[in-house]
């Protein structure tokens, strides 16, 4: 089973960026689709973003859309979140999920990263 491994995270005040990665160990036997969660203190984990295998559909959750994006390189074996104009409620852990579909719905992921902690301060 692939390793996920997600870095980036960090505190940022409100309105600033963050940039997390999830690099994956070993080359993996076909490329599928890649997500990030997140879960904040209290409550259950949430979808933020996917990405299909080869990159050509992301969908987003509400709450992000517009401020995250996600990406991926193929080359580097990485996924990708940019965040921008952080809000307090976008504190979390922030984990990175792989699925065995080349697309796949938030449910369809089953291989799951350690998390990065993300904390955005008013």
């Known amino acids: 089973q692939v390793q996920l491994v997600e870095s980036g995270g960090g505190l940022v005040p409100a309105g600033g960026s963050l940039r997390l990665s999830c690099a994956a160990s070993g080359r993996p036997s076909s490329y599928t689709a890649m997500g990030w969660f997140r879960q904040a203190p209290g409550k259950d984990r949430e979808f933020v973003a996917v990405?299909?295998?080869?990159?050509?559909?992301?969908y987003y959750a509400d709450s992000v859309k517009g401020r995250f994006t996600v990406s991926r390189d193929h080359a580097k074996n990485t996924v990708d979140l940019q965040m921008i104009g952080l809000k307090p409620e976008d504190t979390a852990i922030y984990y990175c999920?792989?699925?065995?579909?080349?697309?796949?719905?938030?449910?369809?992921?089953?291989?799951w990263g350690q998390g990065t902690q993300v904390t955005v301060s008013s």
């Open positions: 999920a792989k699925s065995q579909y080349k697309y796949a719905a938030p449910n369809e992921f089953d291989n």
């Open positions: 990405i299909s295998w080869s990159g050509d559909k992301t």
